[in-house]
């Protein structure tokens, strides 16, 4: 999956930066844009290879709350179902030389890079051939050589920690780039806004992905934040931002290569703030009491990212039933052995214990 | 005892306190509440469920994900006149208020020369059990306990639970309590009139004559039943709950220390410059004549926590550990 498909056309960055703007007065939303729906064009085949993408997330996730239900995951474990497209959609930006991290809700995020869906669903068992060893578990797992940085469960820790990963991609004058993903809850730790100067002042190579999945926990965007369009967040330090449908896999890809150009160009870090929705509740151990079922079917019958691009695939005649059959069937088959794999996987050895605390003793 | 007080009710830890939570906001209305999903939520750990319903959101309020924003505020409220409630959902995450509580909260009255106070209290979660793995299962409690200008208590029982809370708000400084997060669900009968208690004395939750085994919140439950197995096997063992780890109670425990003359800590942090370490000091300072065999420690493994519960519980002091220190200094 890591493999990235052919550009879509990128939209021109807007100029963000006028050096003759007097001092003092407020960046206007010059530097933040609702994007408009994407006018992308799309190959049939980059579109199958979103659906299939999203489709592994969609069903990975579902074994796991099975899984979890039946005793054989513990701990907290967030799921991604509904926010797939934004992970697709960026992933497909990217290229061997950008780097990731994420918080705990971060299951998706390995799959789109392209992490084994077997040894990630160990590390949710707790077992040895987990990505952590099976130390880790659900929110803290890591891939140096998929170059994912994480997996953090201290909300809001990504983004100093992202900065600094684009601080090195800088400093070593690569062409890298880091995406960094953070909720709309984490969006109000002061640690953004320290990363958010620094990584403007230093022009660093960073990506905000902000994924505005409207809540945090059982706190609604709005009980939460004194200002709601979240991309425009960076304002005051002059970083752009874009308002992205993160339900829409192509609006996302089409945002993502505009911010992938701008972070490789030099310009410095960009915001994308991804409106999506999570279905399940934050944790398996939340009954989401907060939000109305019908707001959450609302959003499912009508704006579900992989039911969007099976029906532009039926409808364009990119993909028939019977293409979408044989991808179904091939996702089942990796799951239902992920699953096999992640249950019949050793456990760590008591003695794993003592290791991995320092180098060495 | 009033006829009241001496009817019992059968209650949870989180029901306790709930209720003292409850009974704060009643009896003053400068009390409020705030931290993260305390409101709509109820509470990630449930406590303050069906408070927003009762006391409306401006006394139970909700906060952004801010740590050290909202209780920074909380400590310029009770600068100003208010009785603040913060609570930060576990200790992991007060590491992002920890510039707040020990530069501020626990150095305003001495830099003002006393003209301000801080009268807030922090509550939070701490503890390993959960399989949340290293980011949500140090106790870390031992790291405030070092710092003066503030008072750090570990309810460990349904009373304590029920009790602290008002003492601490009663209290002119700060006041950080900690909720052991296996203890949430832990059960017992609480009589109906239960109320404040001190915040300032440990107590002896068992006599014994043989060793003292000093230790506090979530480890209680563990020392407890390890005295239990050494009665089994002819060793009466006194349990010291030490309630309050700052200031802590040194002539409780050094009574027992002189009866029993052998001493094992008991502590969920890690050994190394903890909690543990320091009343092993003070026994070594206070009473190290009345010593038969050096004080023993059992704490947690020194990794950070792992998400497996084979491993986690083998990172974590346990009852057959315990029992072992216990025979060990017994000899
Ligand atoms: C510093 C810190 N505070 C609180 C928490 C507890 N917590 C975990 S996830 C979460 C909500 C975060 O919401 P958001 O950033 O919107 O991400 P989402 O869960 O929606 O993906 C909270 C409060 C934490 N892990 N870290
Ligand atoms: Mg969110």
Redesign the interface.
């Known amino acids: 999956m890591a493999k990235s498909a052919p550009r879509a056309k990128s939209t021109t960055p807007p100029k963000t930066k006028s050096q003759a703007k007097p001092p003092g007065k407020a960046l206007k939303s010059k530097t933040a844009a609702k994007v408009p729906a994407p006018t992308a064009v799309a190959t049939s085949d980059r579109i199958l290879r979103y659906y299939r993408d999203m489709l592994l997330i969609r069903r990975f996730e579902e074994r796991v709350g099975q899984m979890y239900g039946m005793g054989l995951i513990?701990?907290?474990c967030h799921l991604y179902i509904g926010q797939e497209a934004v992970v697709v959609g960026l992933q497909a930006a990217l290229g061997p030389e950008d780097q990731v991290i994420t918080g705990y809700r971060d299951h998706g995020h390995m799959l789109a890079i392209g992490m084994e869906p077997k040894r990630v669903m160990a590390e949710l068992t707790?077992?040895r051939d987990g990505y952590?060893k099976?130390?880790?578990?659900s929110?803290?797992m890591f891939s140096r050589a998929e170059r994912f940085f994480g997996g953090?469960?201290?909300?809001?820790a990504p983004v100093p920690l992202g900065t600094g990963l684009a601080f090195a991609q800088r400093y070593q004058a690569g062409r890298g780039v880091t995406v960094c993903y953070f909720g709309d809850?984490?969006s109000?730790?002061?640690?953004v806004y320290e990363s958010f100067n620094m990584a403007e002042l230093w022009k660093l190579p960073i990506i905000y992905v902000i994924e505005n999945n409207q809540y945090?926990?059982?706190?609604s965007v709005k009980?939460?934040?004194a200002t709601v369009d979240l991309y425009r967040r960076g304002e005051s330090f002059a970083i752009p931002g874009r308002q992205v449908d993160g339900m829409d896999v192509l609006a996302v890809r089409a945002a993502a290569d505009e911010a992938v150009e701008w972070c490789r160009s030099g310009k410095g870090p960009m915001i994308l703030e991804m409106k999506t929705y999570r279905y399940r509740g934050h944790s398996m151990s939340d009954p989401a009491k907060?939000r109305s079922r019908e707001e959450v079917n609302k959003v499912r019958t009508e704006h579900d990212p992989i039911d969007q691009v099976r029906n532009r695939l039926l409808e364009g005649k990119l993909a028939d039933e019977a293409r979408l059959k044989a991808i179904d069937n091939e996702i089942r088959e990796i799951v239902i052995a992920a699953a096999e794999f992640a249950q019949e996987s050793p456990?760590?050895d008591?003695a794993?214990?003592?290791t991995d605390?320092l180098e060495a003793i | 005892m009033s006829a009241a007080a001496e009817m019992v009710a059968e209650v949870t830890y989180r029901d306790a306190c709930r209720m003292a939570l409850r009974d704060a906001l009643v009896r003053d209305t400068r009390v409020f509440l705030m931290g993260e999903d305390v409101g709509h939520y109820g509470g990630c750990y449930a406590v303050s469920k069906g408070l927003l319903e009762e006391f409306g959101p401006e006394r139970i309020r909700d906060t952004p994900l801010s740590e050290s924003g909202f209780t920074g505020i909380g400590i310029g409220a009770a600068m100003n006149g208010m009785r603040p409630i913060v609570e930060i959902m576990t200790v992991n995450f007060a590491l992002l208020a920890l510039d707040q509580i020990v530069n501020n909260a626990a150095t305003i009255r001495h830099m003002s020369g006393g003209q301000f106070g801080v009268p807030l209290v922090i509550r939070m979660a701490t503890g390993a059990g959960r399989q949340l793995a290293a980011q949500h299962s140090h106790s870390l409690e031992g790291w405030f306990a070092h710092v003066p200008g503030l008072k750090v208590l570990a309810p460990a029982t349904i009373e304590d639970a029920r009790g602290m809370l008002w003492t601490a708000i009663e209290d002119p400084d700060p006041v950080l309590i900690f909720e052991h997060v296996m203890l949430y669900n832990s059960g017992g009968p609480l009589a109906a009139g239960a109320g404040a208690v001190p915040i300032d004395k440990a107590a002896i939750r068992r006599a014994g004559q043989n060793v003292s085994l000093i230790t506090y919140g979530g480890s209680l439950p563990k020392a407890l039943k390890a005295a239990e197995e050494l009665a089994g096997q002819g060793i009466e063992a006194e349990v010291v709950d030490l309630r309050t780890l700052r200031p802590l109670d040194d002539e409780t425990i050094c009574a027992s220390v002189a009866k029993t003359r052998r001493a094992v800590i008991v502590d969920e942090g890690w050994c190394s410059g903890s909690l543990a370490a320091e009343i092993s000091a003070r026994i070594m300072e206070k009473v190290f004549w009345s010593l038969d065999a050096p004080v023993a420690r059992v704490c947690s493994a020194e990794v950070p926590i792992p998400y497996p519960e084979h491993l986690e519980q083998a990172a974590l002091p346990q009852v057959p550990a315990i029992v072992a220190a216990a025979k060990g200094v017994v000899g």
């Open positions: 513990g701990g907290f707790g077992r952590s099976g130390k880790g578990g929110m803290h953090h469960g201290i909300v809001g809850g984490a109000n730790q002061g640690q945090a926990m059982g706190t009980r939460a934040s907060y456990e760590p008591v794993e214990l003592w605390v």
